[in-house]
């Protein structure tokens, strides 16, 4: 069964470093999204791409952060200069449409702690 | 608005017992209502989804139960077995994003 791939599983990094979540989608889908969870929390969505432009984003995706699809596989989460509060598992997902009814496939997630 | 209401935080039942969790929102214009289970290290998987054209849905020993005046959902699981222990994540969209629920975490004792 096709599966939501993402790397690295952990990523530890001190605080104003950039760090690069990466994610690889199921294949034929079109649509991919990076939400995160913060230990304990509700997951919330931060973004979601297609066509190489992203289509929504939230209040949480702010300057700090920008997603690219490099190649036809990879799909991206940069963090340019990490806070204490990024902290998180970040889950990338993706969709073969983009309509609200269509089932959103998740990754395993990386969990990224900033020190 | 796009707030989404999950409750109980927490669930314990016996084996063979039926876990009920349920969901309000507020937003009308969302239409899509799915429910999510995660295990602990694992992303959230799909488990279940309901439009609100219809009152119930059901697949396997899940039920989603939908009242679409009051604005709530819930999800039964029949006959519950110690597997099924996970949180279940309510979420409600009416585009794109997926707005979650805070999550119910279940445990079934055997």
């Known amino acids: 069964e096709p599966e939501v791939t993402q790397t690295p599983s952990h990523q530890v990094t001190q605080m104003g470093q950039e760090v690069i979540l990466r994610c690889v989608p199921i294949s034929n889908h079109l649509y991919f999204y ?3 969870q913060i230990l304990g929390q509700k997951v919330e969505f931060l973004v979601s791409f297609y066509n190489n432009e992203i289509s929504e984003k939230s209040e ?9 699809r490099p190649d036809g596989s990879n799909f991206t989460l940069k963090i340019r200069s990490t806070k204490l509060e990024d902290s998180a598992m970040y889950f990338c997902a993706s969709s073969a449409q983009g ?3 269509e089932t959103q ?7 990224l702690l900033v020190l | 608005q796009q707030q989404v209401k999950q409750s109980p935080q927490s669930l314990i039942v016996q084996k063979g017992g039926i876990p009920i969790i349920n969901c309000a929102y507020e937003n009308t214009a969302f239409d899509y209502f799915p429910w999510y289970q995660q295990f602990p290290g694992k992303g959230p998987a799909l488990l279940i989804a309901i439009r ?15 009242n679409k005046s009051a604005k709530q959902f819930s999800l039964h699981i029949m006959d519950s077995q110690p ?3 996970a949180t279940y994540f309510c979420a409600a969209s009416g585009g794109y994003q997926l707005i979650w629920g805070a999550g119910t975490k279940l445990i079934i004792k055997p």
Request: glycine fraction near 10%; aromatic fraction near 20%.
């Open chain 2, 52 to 66: 609100p054209d219809v009152s119930e849905k059901k697949e396997g020993r899940f039920t989603i139960s939908f």
């Open chain 1, 105 to 111: 496939y998740f990754g395993p997630g990386t969990r």
């Open chain 1, 99 to 101: 309509i609200h009814q």
């Open chain 1, 60 to 68: 949480i995706f702010d300057d700090q952060f920008s997603v690219e």
């Open chain 2, 83 to 85: 597997g099924d222990s």
């Open chain 1, 34 to 36: 990076w939400y995160r």
